[in-house]
């Protein structure tokens, strides 16, 4: 397989954006579409300010800043959405994703690669009802994208092993350390860092403790962030889809039970920081 020249980031949210970023500061012409303009100008926003952090830092000269977004095209158009490899980063919800890959291989060659960012959906189901389902993989990013190291490259039952080494290709070009993950429930990271927000939502919903006062707790014992800092930044409501779709593919398995006090954000629209507003405020 040919290595991939041209990329497509499908939704241009907390995860499409960072992707987004990596492509064009590694010198690939990026694609990256949304259903909503907003979204799309508070990704350009973001990826020039990335961008412009690292020419602060010196690990960009302020011409290769320019000449990566240079390479950004951003689309509400999804005809427009054509690349070598397109990487999906919508909402975590399988109806929706198998909809858009079936969209974008009617309007893509039978080779373009379909790469699902997805925390939890079994790459198998996804790619069950794509036409040439050997195209599609997962390529798990971590938040923020741009600066986590660790990506998963997942293989479902249909994925053709040479899509899969093009993809592990691509995370190392992107600078990443791609690792191989089986197409289990939550993959590794989400399947053994699952415990650390459901055991806590547990401990508040029992009034253990406060949130915040299992932050602080956590954080001083070693942890970068406290979980209900860390919901906050990776988006409440993708944190509660994802614990969702884990506790329906264990098969109800209570240690993945979405928590009450999550599903109340969620419906009250408090997502964390990309709304203003979640277990904190911002
Ligand atoms: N947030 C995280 O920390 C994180 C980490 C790793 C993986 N993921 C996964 O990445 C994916 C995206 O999560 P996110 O947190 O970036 O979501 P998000 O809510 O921040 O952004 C999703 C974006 O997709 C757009 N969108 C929704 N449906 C669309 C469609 N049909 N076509 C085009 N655009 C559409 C929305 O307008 C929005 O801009 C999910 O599968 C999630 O599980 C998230």
Redesign the pocket.
């Known amino acids: 397989m040919n290595e991939i020249q041209t990329l497509a980031v499908?939704?241009?949210?907390?995860?499409?954006l960072g992707i987004a970023q990596l492509g064009v500061q590694h010198g690939l012409p990026t694609i990256l579409?949304?259903?909503?303009t907003t979204?799309l100008e508070k990704a350009q926003a973001a990826i020039a300010a990335g961008l412009g952090k690292l020419v602060e830092k010196n690990k960009l000269t302020a011409d290769a800043r320019e000449a990566a977004l240079a390479r950004l095209t951003l689309t509400t158009e999804l005809a427009d959405v054509r690349a070598d490899c397109i990487i999906e980063?919508?909402?975590?919800r399988l109806d929706?994703k198998h909809?858009?890959f079936q969209e974008l291989a009617a309007i893509n060659q039978p080779s373009t690669i379909l790469a699902?960012?997805?925390?939890?959906l079994p790459i198998t189901q996804l790619a069950a009802p794509v036409p040439v389902p050997e195209r599609v993989v997962g390529l798990?990013?971590?938040?923020p994208a741009p600066l986590m190291a660790l990506v998963e490259v997942i293989s479902g039952v249909a994925t053709a092993p040479a899509v899969a080494d093009a993809v592990e290709a691509l995370a190392r070009r992107l600078g990443k350390t791609p690792v191989r993950a089986a197409d289990a429930p939550g993959f590794i990271v989400n399947r053994v860092a699952r415990h650390y927000y459901v055991e806590s939502l547990k401990a508040v919903e029992e009034n253990v403790a406060p949130f915040e006062v299992v932050d602080e707790l956590l954080e001083a014992s070693g942890f970068k962030m406290g979980p209900f800092r860390l919901m906050d930044?990776?988006?409440v409501?993708?944190n509660f889809?994802?614990t969702s779709a884990m506790f329906a593919s264990f098969h109800q398995d209570g240690k993945f039970r979405p928590s009450r006090i999550q599903q109340q954000k969620v419906d009250a629209g408090h997502h964390g920081r990309?709304t203003g507003r979640g277990f904190y405020t911002y």
Do not use: P, R, Y
């Not at 579409?33 to 909503?36: E, K, P, W």
């Open positions: 499908v939704g241009a949210g907390t995860m499409g579409f949304d259903l909503s979204a980063a919508v909402v975590e929706v909809k858009l699902s960012n997805t925390s939890s798990h990013f971590f938040n930044l990776i988006g409501d993708t889809s994802v990309k």
